[in-house]
T-cell receptor, first 114, second 110 residues
Framework: AQSVTQPDIHITVSEGASLELRCNYS??????LFWYVQSPGQGLQLLLK??????LVQGIKGFEAEFKRSQSSFNLRKPSVHWSDAAEYFC????????????FGKGTKLSVKP | NAGVTQTPKFQVLKTGQSMTLQCAQD?????MYWYRQDPGMGLRLIYY???????DKGEVPNGYNVSRLNKREFSLRLESAAPSQTSVYFC?????????FGSGTRLTVV
């Protein structure tokens, strides 16, 4: 079955500390992978996506993610977290847009301590 | 460039009332989707339409109907609203390269 697992429901980090949000997926075909961020009461903003090529993907707001096929993972990282990064983060896997819907993880809520 | 437009943004319904959530995209995308978002559940697919004239059930279709009116528009109808349908609803469309989401409709059923 196709699925996305985000093992951490809630993470708290100090401002300036590094961040890694975990994402594991199960998908039968070539996975197209996405990370979205959602601030309270807001819509979804695309942080980055992986379709093919370099397995280290750079996104907006200083985020990056690494695709590891052998581990079925697509973890999101940021070297230094800012207070404005506090939000909920969703990992998703899909068929690339030309086919199939996006399957979302349940999200990881990030809190940032001053 | 409007992208995906959802109306209304907020709605309060009484149990048993009906309503239609509207979604329109101006990117000439073939595929469109309706998701619902609930705390701790992520986004779950209600229905999708791979192309004009086709619709298919997603993970949580019960209590909903959809219409792909034309290539631009994909509406979601609640025939008899229930409190369990209180949620935030997102419409999306897609083409090769990615997905575009609307800003959401926050629906409360009392």
């Amino acid at each position: 079955a196709q699925s996305v697992t985000q093992p951490d429901i809630h993470i708290t980090v100090s401002e300036g500390a590094s961040l890694e949000l975990r994402c594991n997926y199960s998908y039968g075909a070539t996975p197209y992978l996405f990370w979205y961020v959602q601030s309270p009461g807001q819509g979804l903003q695309l942080l980055l996506k992986y379709f093919s090529g370099d397995t280290l993907v750079q996104g907006i707001k200083g985020f990056e993610a690494e695709f590891k096929r052998s581990q079925s993972s697509f973890n999101l990282r940021k070297p230094s977290v800012h207070w404005s990064d506090a939000a909920e983060y969703f990992c998703a896997v899909g068929g690339g847009g030309s086919q199939g819907n996006l399957i979302f993880g349940k999200g990881t809520k990030l809190s940032v301590k001053p | 460039n409007a992208g995906v437009t959802q109306t209304p943004k907020f709605q309060v319904l009484k149990t048993g009332q009906s309503m239609t959530l509207q979604c329109a995209q101006d990117m000439n995308h073939n595929s469109m989707y309706w998701y619902r978002q609930d705390p701790g559940m992520g986004l779950r697919l209600i229905y999708y339409s791979a192309s004009e004239g086709t619709t298919d059930k997603g993970e949580v279709p019960n209590g909903y109907n959809v219409s792909r009116l034309n290539k631009r528009e994909f509406s979601l109808r609640l025939e008899s609203a229930a409190p369990s349908q209180t949620s935030v609803y997102f419409c999306a469309s897609s083409a090769p390269g990615g997905y575009t989401f609307g800003s959401g409709t926050r629906l409360t059923v009392v």
